[in-house]
């Protein structure tokens, strides 16, 4: 498995890379956003972890020319934790968003998840769900239908959505969702979950009151 790191301060690279390569991933490194993208135009790699805050190109920018062309799973560092900054992070299609200072352990525990997740993506289920009248998900596809309009969901909106709607009518608390659908333990900070539910309750539009929230426990897709 091959990582790209992508820092402006060499002592996170180096720090990266040391917790990295003692899990067994080959890690190549990008000091910039613009130096990233021409990396991924003409290299792959199986994950990015990328810093927000840059010369020459920031993350967020460098993240959306990569998406052009990859669908690489991206964990993106910050130092900034605010709420808008999580929503422009998953908004752009990042896979996770990790606020500074970190634990290499826990960033290196969120990359092999992450790419665990990405290995078992495909889904057995190949039956298309009808969600009343207007709502048609196809699980094979990956395509979500909104009176007869497709939406564009971010990767993990695609997961959390599809888990969701395979176990409607069930009470699902916090700790299971992002077990199921992020493949890691929570760790105590419950603002990536909810920050998904409420992006996806955007793109859902007259069908965002299906997600309900279980206050003290989690949330619920609500059967027909």
Do not use: Q
């Amino acid at each position: 498995m091959k990582l790209l790191v992508v820092d402006d301060e060499k002592g996170i690279r180096d720090l990266i890379r040391k917790y990295a390569e003692f899990e067994g991933y080959t890690v190549e490194e990008a000091c910039d956003g613009m130096e990233a993208v021409n990396l991924c135009r003409s290299h792959t790699y199986d994950l990015i972890i990328m810093d927000v805050m840059m010369p020459e190109l920031d993350g967020f920018s460098a993240v959306n020319e990569i998406r052009k062309t990859s669908g690489t799973p991206v964990i993106m560092l910050s130092a900034r934790g605010e709420e808008y900054d999580r929503i422009h992070g998953f908004e752009t299609g990042v896979d996770d968003y990790v606020i500074k200072p970190f634990s290499p352990r826990e960033l290196m525990m969120r990359v092999g998840a992450i790419l665990k997740r990405a290995g078992t993506r495909a889904d057995p289920e190949k039956d298309e769900v009808l969600i009343g009248s207007g709502m048609r998900i196809d699980f094979s596809a990956r395509k979500v239908v909104i009176d007869g309009h497709e939406i564009e969901l971010s990767p993990k909106e695609y997961d959390l959505l599809f888990y969701m709607v395979r176990n409607r009518g069930i009470a699902l608390s916090r700790e299971k969702l992002l077990s199921e659908v992020w493949g890691y333990d929570f760790y105590g900070d419950d603002r990536t979950l909810d920050t998904h539910i409420k992006l996806l309750r955007r793109e859902l539009g007259p069908y965002a009151d299906r997600i309900s929230t279980l206050r003290g426990v989690g949330y619920r897709f609500e059967k027909d």
